[in-house]
């Protein structure tokens, strides 16, 4: 005979209650030296001020390299150094306005490079040449746009557009954008 179908005998129903877990505190967590450093390097991270704190590292390093207009500066951050074939090639491929200034920043695994206005203070574009290569744009240090491409030289032909059209449309403090097309 069978039986009537009840919770009991309902292989597919849940019949136990899951408490919620307790969190641990952090006196209980592991104890993993080189993770727990980062956390307490990592714990209260403000990154408007890293962000503010960027531009202005690139600013101190442009004004340190001070390169003359139309030319570049190369400025080694690391021992490890990327290829000088692969420096002049991406200098080469630029090809940098006469007005603007530039500092490639060697970081041995990529390569920065630092395309300034006449003025330093006055524009910035900052090319970061990775797997995913990047163009970060700032006028009057703040920053106004951010660009991911799929290519190095995508993002090289973007970077002289928009360092050439600064050239042509310089920004006015009270204005930072009038005229210029980024």
């Not at 009991?8 to 209980?28: D, F, G, I």
């Amino acid at each position: 005979m069978a039986q009537n179908p009840n919770v009991e005998n309902r292989w597919w129903v849940e019949t136990s209650t899951k408490l919620p877990r307790q969190r641990k505190a952090e006196a209980e967590l592991p104890q993993l030296p080189v993770a727990m450093s980062f956390y307490t390097v990592a714990k209260d991270y403000d990154q408007e001020r890293a962000k503010d704190d960027l531009t202005d590292n690139n600013l101190r390093i442009a004004r340190a390299a001070n390169p003359e207009p139309g030319q570049w500066v190369y400025v080694p951050m690391t021992e490890k150094q990327y290829p000088a074939r692969m420096v002049k090639r991406i200098q080469q491929e630029f090809r940098l306005p006469r007005e603007a200034r530039g500092i490639v920043l060697d970081h041995g695994r990529l390569l920065r490079l630092l395309i300034c206005g006449p003025q330093l203070e006055d524009w910035m574009i900052d090319v970061t040449l990775t797997d995913e290569p990047s163009v970060d744009v700032y006028v009057w240090g703040t920053m106004h746009r951010e660009r991911l491409f799929g290519r190095a030289e995508e993002a090289l032909k973007q970077a002289r557009r928009w360092a050439v059209n600064l050239l042509q449309f310089p920004p006015s403090r009270d204005e930072p954008f009038r005229g210029s097309l980024l």
